[in-house]
């Protein structure tokens, strides 16, 4: 039998044993955005049985990037003495009032990176020129720049900094469950930030709210293997830890990735779009490092940020809204002229929606 084919019927086999196994109506999250678009990719929401729901949380970097960063970000682009270099997500997600598309159409500098290190670059090749990376990410992005802030510092180069707006996965797991507005009955956990992580993040979640999670990878037959491995622990009543991505994740994640952004970073507390500001959930560099903070650099100060009152982005973070459910979706807010992140990002699951589940469940 071909590969893609016998992975096909795998996939269809895994979707009747979690139906098989479902004791009664389960809602699952995926706290990963390249999960939510996999899943509409793939089509599984339809493959699933009725008593088993997957909602979207906060697994999109771009998207709980709280707008008054985005604020900060084009007050940057905005100086004349100024290079600000970013992902390609980050462009065109709105701030309060203009998005970095916005500010690059009017012909500031703003350049697509695909890697912090041609920010480095950039800043080499351009001496008068004080150039920002919009540090945006997960623990999985961190340690590339927790690299490349300690690449810039033995390199004594001072025309490089970074605003630093890196979050972390298992704190605004916690905050979901201890808010408790929607009823979850297992975590289905982000292969790639568990790379770094590992898995003892989870154990702790696991037994402190008795809720099963399970790390999962991204083609159809991985995460059809953590939703069925999720079904089973509820089935049995039991909550633990489980990894269905072994072939890239491993117990103790990536020691070397975690070492280099200790060096750099410091946990700190951070505002989340949709979750508000969460104790220990985000980084900030070090005292050692503090020249290359932005925040710093610059003498940004905090401003009156306001998000656009048809946008429900936060709620869809948060579960408690699915897209299609929102006034908006599709209408006053597409992908060629959103509202919010989660319609802008690759990782957003208002887009996911759009692309493949429109009408679906």
């Given amino acids: 039998m071909p590969e893609t084919l016998r992975l096909r019927e795998q996939v269809k086999r895994l979707a009747r044993e979690i139906g098989r196994l479902a004791p009664r109506p ?13 899943v509409g990719r793939f089509g599984l929401r339809q493959l699933l049985p009725e008593t088993v729901t997957l909602l979207s949380g906060p697994g999109c970097p771009v ?3 709280p707008p008054g960063e985005i604020d900060w970000a084009v007050e940057l682009a905005d100086r004349d003495d100024t290079i600000v270099t970013t992902f390609g997500d980050m462009m065109r997600v709105p701030g309060s009032r203009e998005s970095l598309a916005d500010l690059r159409a009017r012909g500031a500098q703003v350049q697509v990176v695909y890697s912090p ?3 480095l670059e950039i800043a080499q090749a351009s001496p008068d020129k004080q150039v920002v990376f919009i540090a945006v990410g997960f623990e999985t992005t961190a340690p590339a720049v927790a690299v490349t802030v300690r690449t810039a510092a033995e390199q004594g180069l001072e025309n490089l900094s970074i605003l630093c707006s890196h979050k972390l996965i298992p704190p605004a797991m916690r905050a979901l469950l ?5 009823r979850l009955d297992g975590f289905l956990c982000p292969g790639h930030v568990s790379t770094v992580i590992g898995l003892a993040p989870y154990e702790q979640i696991a037994r402190d709210y008795r809720i099963p999670c ?3 990878g991204f083609e159809a037959h991985d995460i059809m293997k953590g939703l069925c491995a999720l079904t089973r622990q509820v089935a049995q009543g039991r909550a633990d830890v489980e990894n269905e991505y072994p072939r890239a994740v491993r117990p103790e994640g990536n020691p070397a990735a975690r070492a280099a952004v200790e060096e750099v970073f410091e946990v700190a ?5 949709g ?3 969460l104790p220990a959930s985000g980084l900030r560099l070090r005292e050692k490092y503090a020249q290359f903070d932005a925040v710093q650099r610059f003498r940004l100060q905090p401003r009156e940020a306001r998000e656009h009152p048809l946008c429900h982005c936060g709620e869809v973070l948060r579960g408690v809204t699915r897209p299609a459910e929102c006034a908006a979706f599709g209408t006053a807010c597409t992908p060629e002229r959103p509202l919010g992140p989660c319609m802008v990002s690759s990782e957003g699951a208002c887009a996911a929606a759009y692309k493949y589940d429109r009408g679906g469940r």
């Fill in 275 to 277: 979750l508000g500001l």
């Fill in 63 to 65: 998207c709980v990037t």
């Fill in 269 to 273: 507390d951070a505002s989340w779009r």
């Fill in 214 to 216: 399970v790390v999962a």
């Fill in 26 to 38: 389960v809602q699952f999250m995926e706290v990963c955005g390249t999960h939510s678009h996999a």
């Fill in 178 to 182: 201890a808010g408790g507005e929607v």
């Fill in 117 to 119: 290190m041609q920010a």
